[in-house]
């Protein structure tokens, strides 16, 4: 790889960092993210379901959000398998490569470095997905482990330390699923490395630019918090 290539990469490293950290941990022009927010209204989710005897839909919502990982976590791992059967298929690439114009083409070894580093990126996803599946099925559990609605008076401080587990361990497992999707996301950007490294930073900071508003400037936030920041 030449300095374009590695500047480019450089720029993709930590344009994934930093919105992770702004969206995870900190405010973005003294306004919180649309993830924060959210992490909020599922510990109000967890109180009000607390004082529920009968737990059917919060159990049906549980399953709504491992069925939705599931989902990514298969994908991803389809994905991970077509870089590999990329890789296999390197000499019928170049071969389209090479009816392609000049700004398509580049060397053999860049290429499989391109194509590895998406994989990478799938595997990551998939492995964050992997985990987040598993941590809602420990929340469901975690869920069922809470006392019934008429049993909170005989024991506040326990009931209250259950239903701190339930909500830390949901956080966590919506935390792992939103740093899997946006690897997806940002896989988007990746494929602008395969015309050239200009391209694959503006690609970046396209997509980084729609997530940055999702999370800040969207209608979505404004239906959680418009008055809250």
């Not at 590695?6 to 022009?29: K, Q």
């Not at 997905?129 to 559990?141: A, D, E, M, P, V």
């Not at 006392?147 to 956080?171: C, E, T, Y």
């Not at 999370?215 to 918090?225: K, M, P, T």
């Amino acid at each position: 790889m030449n300095t374009p290539d590695l500047v480019a990469l450089a720029v993709f490293i930590t344009l994934w960092i930093g919105y992770s950290w702004i969206t995870d941990r900190a405010r973005l022009f003294d306004r919180v993210s649309l993830t924060r927010a959210m992490s909020s209204q599922r510990a109000v989710w967890i109180r009000n379901a607390m004082h529920r005897d009968l737990r059917m839909i919060d159990t049906q919502i549980m399953a709504g959000l491992q069925n939705g990982t599931a989902f990514f976590a298969s994908t991803s791992l389809l994905a991970l398998g077509s870089c590999f059967a990329l890789l296999g298929a390197t000499e019928q690439v170049f071969a389209i490569f090479n009816d392609l114009p000049d700004v398509f083409r580049g060397s053999r070894a860049g290429f499989e470095l391109k194509v590895g580093g998406l994989a990478i990126i799938f595997g990551y996803a998939f492995f964050k997905f992997g985990w987040s599946y598993r941590l809602f099925n420990y929340c469901t559990i975690l869920l069922g482990a809470m006392p019934m609605s008429g049993d909170i008076h005989k024991d506040p401080a326990g009931a209250d330390l259950a239903a701190d587990k339930v909500i830390r361990m949901n956080i966590l497992a919506a935390k792992h699923f939103n740093k899997g999707l946006r690897a997806i996301f940002l896989s988007i950007g990746y494929l602008g490395w395969f015309v050239s490294p200009y391209l694959f930073i503006l690609t970046t900071a396209g997509i980084m630019i729609v997530l940055v508003r999702r999370q800040f400037y969207s209608e979505a936030r404004l239906a959680v918090l418009e008055n809250l920041d």
